[in-house]
């Protein structure tokens, strides 16, 4: 069955520093993957999705993610994290029945030092 | 513009009462689904609509009816909720299949 995983639930950096966090995904074709961003009590906004094609893609707000088959991975980086950041992140793969069943990972909660 | 509008915002609701979430998109896409979403946790699907006809129902159960009277619009009426389905509620529309999927603000459903 498919299946995406956030190895990390909770993620603490300084503002300024930069930020990797971890999706892994559980898939026998390519799969078509995301990146969304939710804010205490508001909706999912995507930053970035990953169809086909370069590896590297570039999102919103200064995110980029890179899609690597041999690891199953599509890990999420910013350079320079601001205090705004904080917030909730989910990885998300659409299913393989063409559905549009989204299979979110259980997300990670990103945390801002000043 | 990517915008999928939900309302109301809140909504606080006996086990008795009926009611109605609303989810509004003018984009042209196809398809709308409805999330459910509790503290901590990733959203949930609870249904998809495609071409306005019901295409995946995850059995939810029958106090949740969805419904969508028009390809920009998407209702769900609630009846005789029970406390547990308190959560935010998440509407989201896409072109359909593989589409990216595009969510709404969501409504802080409170039952009491």
């Known amino acids: 069955a498919q299946s995406v995983t956030q190895p990390d639930i909770h993620i603490t950096v300084s503002e300024g520093a930069s930020l990797e966090l971890r999706c892994n995904y559980s898939?026998?074709?390519?799969?078509?993957l995301f990146w969304y961003v939710q804010s205490p009590g508001q909706g999912l906004q995507l930053l970035l999705k990953?169809?086909?094609?370069?590896?590297l893609v570039q999102g919103i707000k200064g995110f980029e993610a890179e899609f690597k088959r041999s690891q199953s991975s599509f890990n999420l980086r910013k350079p320079s994290v601001h205090w705004s950041d904080a917030a909730e992140y989910f990885c998300a793969c659409l299913g393989s029945s063409n559905t549009g069943k989204l299979i979110f990972g259980q997300g990670t909660t990103l945390q801002v030092k000043p | 513009d990517t915008e999928v509008t939900q309302t109301p915002k809140h909504l606080v609701m006996g086990m008795t009462n009926k009611k109605s979430l609303k989810c509004e998109q003018h984009m042209g896409h196809r398809a709308m689904y409805w999330y459910k979403q509790k503290a901590k946790k990733p959203p949930e699907l609870m249904f998809v609509y495609s071409y306005e006809k019901l295409s995946i129902n995850e059995s939810v159960p029958s106090r949740f009816s969805p419904e969508c009277p028009n390809s920009s619009l998407l209702n769900l009426h609630l009846h005789a909720l029970q406390p547990e389905d308190s959560a935010l509620y998440l509407c989201?529309?896409?072109?359909?299949?593989?589409?990216?999927?595009?969510f709404g603000p969501g409504t802080r459903l409170t039952v009491l």
């Open positions: 898939y026998g074709a390519t799969p078509y």
């Open positions: 990953y169809f086909s094609g370069d590896t």
């Open positions: 989201a529309s896409s072109q359909g299949g593989s589409d990216t999927q595009y």
